[in-house]
């Protein structure tokens, strides 16, 4: 092939690659437009906004009722939820480029983008990270799953940056992996978007790397935090205690789901004990994996990363469907030990039919939930229903995912 007909196919593609992203912008923007009840990316947009336009703490009273007088049309009532900040000030920082766009539909259409090709880094960074080796014709279809998937659309459709911090975690287990320590250390701060679902894998990954004397992972954590809290408090020296008080507010309003509250709804009395007695077994069974995993190879330390994530949910801390975003490594893990035990390289096998058989399955459940039973109901539902399924999948695999080659028939095959 000659110079310059490479130089024109490069262009051709580029051009084409051009195109595409300015029609899914176009795309999303319409759909902002068109839904615009939600309020996880309008009111840190807005915020910032309001900052950035006339030098107002985002955090304040008078920033709180732009917000609320924007969403409802109007001040919020007693019982409505006051739409306060609760983002720290530092994070506050990574919508600030949105917060230069006047338009809330154009600007959460850039910001929707950003998190499908999220999602698709998602899925490449999961195979990557896990070995998974699937058929060429199903690549693109597990791709377009991690984007579509009922996990992946609900907090894509709240404009949520939960999908960053799936993102993230799933970056920083690459670079642990790799030895890009600093990296890795610098990606750990982006799980504090969402402390509740990823809080007890931050304590696990700082844990191992202390026990391992991986220093760099925790240089290159404190040295990111102190550059953004560093900005932070010189941007807005005042900001803490505000954020605290907006914590407190986004919590009241917008309560997560627990085992507790599930098992309530069913045995009021008992429910709730039962819900106890479930999250000190789990905390005795992390206690037990975190500690056996010191002395073990990396693949061993995935497992064990990918059940901490997984049994979060079941800790008895507050968590929303949409947060279970971060369950999609996991769900991948569990896919490519079924493929290595029953199915050949680069070939469909079992993987290949349960990918299909995950994603309606899914949406069905959901559709039929969402049809038929109260929403808190639903959604306690979906928050339980993943992690209860690959906390199975995961101990059932678990032999053969940390202890690989795993027989002599295994070996010959």
């Known amino acids: 092939m000659s110079r310059a007909l490479t130089i024109v196919i490069y262009i051709v593609c580029s051009m084409l690659l051009l ?16 839904n615009a009840g939600e309020k996880d990316f309008l009111v840190p947009w807005l915020a910032a906004r309001t900052y950035l336009q006339y030098g107002n703490n985002p955090y304040s009273d008078p920033a709180t009722q732009r917000a609320q007088i924007i969403y409802y049309g109007r001040l919020a009532n007693a019982s409505e939820d006051p739409l306060r900040l609760d983002v720290a000030f530092p994070l506050e920082l990574f919508y600030f480029p949105f917060a230069l766009i006047p338009e809330y539909a154009l600007a959460r259409g850039l910001w929707m983008t950003l998190l499908e090709g999220a999602l698709v880094a998602l899925g490449i ?47 920083l287990l690459l670079s642990v992996r790799e030895r890009h320590d600093e990296l890795a250390g610098a990606l750990l701060v ?28 925790l240089a290159g ?21 505000p954020f605290i008080r907006g914590v407190i507010s986004h919590v009241t ?19 709730p004990r039962l819900a106890w007695l479930l999250t000190i077994l789990l905390l005795a069974i992390l206690f037990f994996e975190w500690r056996n995993v010191r002395t073990k190879d990396f693949r061993h330390f995935l497992w064990t990363s990918c059940l901490t994530l997984t049994v979060t949910p079941f800790l008895g801390i507050p968590v929303m469907p949409q947060e ?7 769900l991948i893990l ?22 299909p058989i995950l994603f309606f399955s899914l949406w069905v459940v959901t559709v039929e939930l969402f049809r038929h039973s109260p929403i808190t109901f639903s959604n306690s539902v979906l ?18 995912a940390v202890h690989p080659p795993r027989t002599w028939s295994d070996s010959i095959s």
């Not at 990557?128 to 014709?137: E, F, I, N, S």
């Not at 982006?190 to 992972?217: D, E, N, Q, T």
């Not at 928050?383 to 053969?400: Q, S």
């Open 19 to 34: 195109v595409s992203l300015g029609g899914l912008v176009w795309v999303n923007t319409q759909y902002a437009q068109n």
């Open 125 to 171: 960074l999961s195979l990557q990270l896990t070995g998974w080796k699937p058929a060429r014709m199903l690549l693109p279809v597990i791709l377009i799953y991690s984007v579509l998937w009922i996990y992946g659309y609900l907090p894509l459709a709240a404009s949520q940056p939960i999908i960053f911090v799936a993102l993230a975690v799933t970056g």
């Open 190 to 217: 982006l799980p504090f978007f969402s402390p509740a679902i990823a809080g007890v894998f931050v304590i696990f990954l700082v844990w191992w790397s202390i026990y391992h004397h991986r220093w760099r992972i």
């Open 221 to 241: 954590f404190l040295m990111t935090m102190t550059i953004l809290f560093a900005l932070g408090f010189f941007l807005l020296p005042d900001w803490s205690l």
């Open 253 to 271: 309003y917008n309560p997560g789901l627990t085992p507790a509250g599930f098992l309530g709804y069913w045995w009021p009395v008992v429910g």
């Open 324 to 330: 279970e975003v971060v369950l999609f490594l996991p």
């Open 334 to 355: 569990f896919l490519t030990i079924l493929g290595e035990r029953w199915s050949y390289t680069r070939h469909w096998g079992i993987p290949g039919f349960a990918v």
């Open 383 to 400: 928050v339980l229903l993943l992690p209860f399924v690959l906390i199975i999948g995961l101990y059932w695999m678990r032999w053969w």
